[in-house]
Protein backbone atom coordinates (compact mmCIF):
# COMPACT_ATOMS: atom_id res chain seq x y z
CA UNK A 1 0.00 0.00 0.00
CA UNK A 2 1.71 3.40 -1.06
CA UNK A 3 -0.78 5.83 0.24
CA UNK A 4 -0.56 9.11 -1.00
CA UNK A 5 1.28 11.58 1.50
CA UNK A 6 2.20 15.14 2.30
CA UNK A 7 5.15 16.04 4.31
CA UNK A 8 5.56 19.36 5.70
CA UNK A 9 7.98 21.03 8.10
CA UNK A 10 10.41 20.08 10.58
CA UNK A 11 10.56 18.47 14.11
CA UNK A 12 9.31 15.48 16.31
CA UNK A 13 6.92 13.48 13.30
CA UNK A 14 3.46 13.75 13.36
CA UNK A 15 0.68 11.88 11.42
CA UNK A 16 -2.43 13.69 10.66
CA UNK A 17 -5.68 11.41 9.23
CA UNK A 18 -9.10 12.44 7.99
CA UNK A 19 -12.46 10.90 8.46
CA UNK A 20 -15.05 9.61 6.33
CA UNK A 21 -15.42 10.61 2.57
CA UNK A 22 -12.24 13.49 3.69
CA UNK A 23 -8.81 14.00 2.27
CA UNK A 24 -5.74 15.36 3.88
CA UNK A 25 -6.59 18.56 2.02
CA UNK A 26 -8.81 18.80 4.84
CA UNK A 27 -6.32 19.70 7.07
CA UNK A 28 -4.60 22.25 5.24
CA UNK A 29 -4.93 25.54 7.48
CA UNK A 30 -3.92 23.06 10.52
CA UNK A 31 -0.70 21.16 8.29
CA UNK A 32 0.31 24.71 7.87
CA UNK A 33 0.60 25.80 11.72
CA UNK A 34 1.32 22.65 13.05
CA UNK A 35 4.67 22.28 10.67
CA UNK A 36 6.25 24.93 12.35
CA UNK A 37 6.74 22.79 15.19
CA UNK A 38 6.45 19.01 13.73
CA UNK A 39 7.37 17.09 11.25
CA UNK A 40 3.75 16.64 9.94
CA UNK A 41 2.56 13.39 7.59
CA UNK A 42 -0.51 14.25 6.19
CA UNK A 43 -2.22 11.17 4.57
CA UNK A 44 -4.89 10.06 2.19
CA UNK A 45 -6.31 6.99 3.97
CA UNK A 46 -7.05 3.88 1.49
CA UNK A 47 -10.34 4.28 -0.53
CA UNK A 48 -10.20 8.09 -0.23
CA UNK A 49 -8.29 10.91 -1.93
CA UNK A 50 -5.63 10.05 -4.16
CA UNK A 51 -4.40 6.96 -2.39
CA UNK A 52 -5.44 3.68 -3.84
CA UNK A 53 -8.28 2.06 -4.22
CA UNK A 54 -8.86 -1.27 -2.91
CA UNK A 55 -11.81 -4.33 -2.44
CA UNK A 56 -11.97 -3.56 1.60
CA UNK A 57 -11.75 -1.12 4.17
CA UNK A 58 -11.36 -2.05 8.12
CA UNK A 59 -9.77 -0.47 10.71
CA UNK A 60 -7.02 -3.18 11.13
CA UNK A 61 -6.61 -2.79 7.46
CA UNK A 62 -6.07 1.22 7.89
CA UNK A 63 -4.34 0.82 10.90
CA UNK A 64 -1.47 -1.94 8.82
CA UNK A 65 -1.55 0.78 6.13
CA UNK A 66 0.03 3.18 8.54
CA UNK A 67 2.41 1.26 9.81
CA UNK A 68 3.71 0.37 6.16
CA UNK A 69 3.68 3.98 5.69
CA UNK A 70 5.83 4.55 9.05
CA UNK A 71 8.40 1.89 7.87
CA UNK A 72 8.84 3.24 4.15
CA UNK A 73 9.70 6.74 5.69
CA UNK A 74 11.72 4.91 8.82
CA UNK A 75 9.50 6.41 11.56
CA UNK A 76 10.28 4.49 14.19
CA UNK A 77 7.36 6.47 16.18
CA UNK A 78 5.16 9.46 15.95
CA UNK A 79 2.63 11.43 17.44
CA UNK A 80 -0.79 10.63 15.88
CA UNK A 81 -3.87 12.46 15.41
CA UNK A 82 -6.80 11.47 13.89
CA UNK A 83 -10.22 12.87 13.44
CA UNK A 84 -13.62 10.76 13.24
CA UNK A 85 -13.15 7.48 11.12
CA UNK A 86 -9.40 8.52 11.17
CA UNK A 87 -9.82 8.74 14.85
CA UNK A 88 -10.93 5.31 15.02
CA UNK A 89 -7.52 4.24 12.70
CA UNK A 90 -5.44 6.09 14.97
CA UNK A 91 -6.87 3.78 17.70
CA UNK A 92 -6.38 0.57 16.38
CA UNK A 93 -3.17 1.89 15.05
CA UNK A 94 -2.06 2.28 19.07
CA UNK A 95 -4.10 -0.77 20.39
CA UNK A 96 -2.23 -3.12 17.55
CA UNK A 97 0.92 -1.21 18.08
CA UNK A 98 1.53 1.28 20.93
CA UNK A 99 5.31 1.17 20.70
CA UNK A 100 5.17 3.27 17.66
CA UNK A 101 2.82 5.98 19.21
CA UNK A 102 4.08 8.62 21.22
CA UNK A 103 0.93 10.81 21.96
CA UNK A 104 -2.19 10.40 20.68
CA UNK A 105 -5.24 12.59 19.63
CA UNK A 106 -8.51 11.79 18.94
CA UNK A 107 -10.77 14.11 17.08
CA UNK A 108 -14.88 13.98 17.99
CA UNK A 109 -15.25 10.31 17.83
CA UNK A 110 -15.31 7.70 20.34
CA UNK A 111 -14.52 3.88 20.65
CA UNK A 112 -17.98 3.12 19.79
CA UNK A 113 -20.38 1.37 17.42
CA UNK A 114 -22.27 4.35 15.75
CA UNK A 115 -25.66 3.78 14.45
CA UNK A 116 -25.83 4.65 10.49
CA UNK A 117 -26.27 8.24 9.90
CA UNK A 118 -24.86 8.21 6.24
CA UNK A 119 -27.89 6.75 4.21
CA UNK A 120 -28.80 10.53 3.00
CA UNK A 121 -25.06 10.83 1.73
CA UNK A 122 -24.34 7.32 0.08
CA UNK A 123 -28.03 8.16 -1.68
CA UNK A 124 -27.32 11.34 -2.79
CA UNK A 125 -23.48 11.18 -3.91
CA UNK A 126 -25.16 7.94 -5.70
CA UNK A 127 -27.58 10.29 -7.31
CA UNK A 128 -25.04 12.36 -8.77
CA UNK A 129 -25.06 11.66 -12.70
CA UNK A 130 -21.70 11.44 -13.51
CA UNK A 131 -21.49 10.60 -16.83
CA UNK A 132 -24.13 13.73 -18.10
CA UNK A 133 -22.44 15.89 -15.26
CA UNK A 134 -21.50 19.54 -16.51
CA UNK A 135 -20.66 21.28 -13.35
CA UNK A 136 -19.95 21.56 -9.91
CA UNK A 137 -23.32 23.67 -9.45
CA UNK A 138 -24.84 21.03 -11.27
CA UNK A 139 -23.83 18.06 -8.84
CA UNK A 140 -24.64 20.76 -5.84
CA UNK A 141 -28.05 20.55 -7.08
CA UNK A 142 -28.27 17.01 -7.29
CA UNK A 143 -26.94 16.43 -4.02
CA UNK A 144 -29.58 19.16 -2.28
CA UNK A 145 -32.69 16.96 -3.20
CA UNK A 146 -30.70 14.24 -0.61
CA UNK A 147 -28.75 16.61 1.94
CA UNK A 148 -30.12 19.74 3.05
CA UNK A 149 -26.93 21.49 4.83
CA UNK A 150 -24.78 23.24 2.22
CA UNK A 151 -21.56 22.93 4.52
CA UNK A 152 -21.90 19.20 3.86
CA UNK A 153 -22.36 19.53 0.75
CA UNK A 154 -19.18 21.64 -0.33
CA UNK A 155 -17.32 19.17 1.70
CA UNK A 156 -18.30 15.91 -0.23
CA UNK A 157 -17.78 18.10 -3.68
CA UNK A 158 -14.33 18.49 -2.62
CA UNK A 159 -14.06 14.98 -3.90
CA UNK A 160 -15.18 15.89 -7.28
CA UNK A 161 -12.24 15.91 -10.07
CA UNK A 162 -12.51 15.51 -13.98
CA UNK A 163 -10.29 12.28 -15.42
CA UNK A 164 -7.98 12.81 -18.01
CA UNK A 165 -10.95 12.24 -20.43
CA UNK A 166 -13.12 15.51 -18.75
CA UNK A 167 -15.29 13.08 -17.46
CA UNK A 168 -16.62 14.02 -13.48
CA UNK A 169 -15.93 11.23 -11.53
CA UNK A 170 -15.43 10.86 -7.21
CA UNK A 171 -11.87 10.49 -6.21
CA UNK A 172 -13.11 8.33 -3.23
CA UNK A 173 -14.14 4.46 -3.59
CA UNK A 174 -18.02 5.09 -3.63
CA UNK A 175 -18.85 1.40 -3.98
CA UNK A 176 -16.43 -0.19 -2.01
CA UNK A 177 -16.94 2.81 1.06
CA UNK A 178 -20.67 1.80 0.77
CA UNK A 179 -20.24 -1.63 1.14
CA UNK A 180 -18.04 -1.41 4.22
CA UNK A 181 -19.79 0.78 5.91
CA UNK A 182 -21.00 -1.21 8.49
CA UNK A 183 -16.94 -1.89 9.13
CA UNK A 184 -16.14 1.62 9.33
CA UNK A 185 -19.27 2.04 11.96
CA UNK A 186 -17.48 -0.98 14.57
CA UNK A 187 -15.51 0.70 17.13
CA UNK A 188 -11.32 -0.59 17.04
CA UNK A 189 -10.97 -3.59 19.18
CA UNK A 190 -7.76 -4.43 20.94
CA UNK A 191 -5.85 -3.94 24.31
CA UNK A 192 -5.75 -0.63 26.32
CA UNK A 193 -3.40 1.58 24.89
CA UNK A 194 -1.74 3.09 28.19
CA UNK A 195 0.09 6.21 26.63
CA UNK A 196 -1.29 9.35 27.02
CA UNK A 197 -4.14 10.29 24.68
CA UNK A 198 -6.44 13.42 23.84
CA UNK A 199 -9.73 13.85 22.96
CA UNK A 200 -10.78 17.54 21.37
CA UNK A 201 -14.58 17.48 21.34
CA UNK A 202 -16.95 19.71 19.30
CA UNK A 203 -19.26 21.28 21.78
CA UNK A 204 -22.41 20.61 20.05
CA UNK A 205 -21.37 17.44 18.32
CA UNK A 206 -22.71 14.13 19.61
CA UNK A 207 -20.11 11.90 18.43
CA UNK A 208 -18.84 12.09 22.28
CA UNK A 209 -21.05 11.46 24.97
CA UNK A 210 -21.04 11.13 29.12
CA UNK A 211 -22.37 7.93 27.91
CA UNK A 212 -18.91 6.40 26.21
CA UNK A 213 -16.84 7.65 29.29
CA UNK A 214 -16.80 4.40 30.51
CA UNK A 215 -15.87 2.68 27.13
CA UNK A 216 -12.88 5.36 26.24
CA UNK A 217 -11.29 5.05 29.99
CA UNK A 218 -11.84 0.73 29.91
CA UNK A 219 -9.24 1.32 26.15
CA UNK A 220 -7.14 4.36 26.86
CA UNK A 221 -6.92 4.91 30.64
CA UNK A 222 -4.53 8.18 31.05
CA UNK A 223 -7.13 10.01 28.24
CA UNK A 224 -7.57 13.59 28.86
CA UNK A 225 -10.51 15.49 27.73
CA UNK A 226 -10.78 19.61 26.07
CA UNK A 227 -13.95 20.82 24.67
CA UNK A 228 -14.14 23.30 21.70
CA UNK A 229 -17.26 25.83 22.43
CA UNK A 230 -19.35 27.07 19.62
CA UNK A 231 -18.21 23.51 17.06
CA UNK A 232 -19.71 20.69 16.06
CA UNK A 233 -17.99 17.71 14.63
CA UNK A 234 -15.33 20.06 12.88
CA UNK A 235 -13.75 21.74 15.57
CA UNK A 236 -10.22 22.00 13.87
CA UNK A 237 -11.70 23.93 11.31
CA UNK A 238 -14.68 25.56 13.00
CA UNK A 239 -12.35 27.33 15.19
CA UNK A 240 -8.95 26.65 14.04
CA UNK A 241 -6.65 28.62 15.90
CA UNK A 242 -7.94 27.23 19.42
CA UNK A 243 -7.36 23.52 18.17
CA UNK A 244 -4.05 24.65 17.26
CA UNK A 245 -2.96 25.31 20.58
CA UNK A 246 -4.95 22.88 22.33
CA UNK A 247 -2.91 20.19 20.03
CA UNK A 248 0.31 22.23 20.43
CA UNK A 249 -0.07 22.79 24.61
CA UNK A 250 -0.56 18.81 24.55
CA UNK A 251 1.96 17.76 22.48
CA UNK A 252 4.65 19.83 23.23
CA UNK A 253 4.40 19.35 27.42
Known amino acids: MQLNLQISGSG ?12 LLNWSG ?78 DI ?20 LNSLKSRTEADQQLAQFIEELSVRQFLLTNLYRTQEKQFAWRMNLPVLEACYDEISKPPSGPAFEKPVLFIKGENSDYITADYRDQILSLFPQA ?14 EKASIFTRLVLNYLLK
Open 110 to 129: APVQYPNHHNDVFAGLNAVQ
Open 30 to 107: QIKALSEHFTVYAVDLRNHGRSPHTDSTSYPLMADDIIELMDQQGLASAHILGHSMGGKVAMQLAMNHPQRVDKLVIV
Open 12 to 23: APLIIMHGLFGT
Open 224 to 237: EYRMIQGTGHWPHA
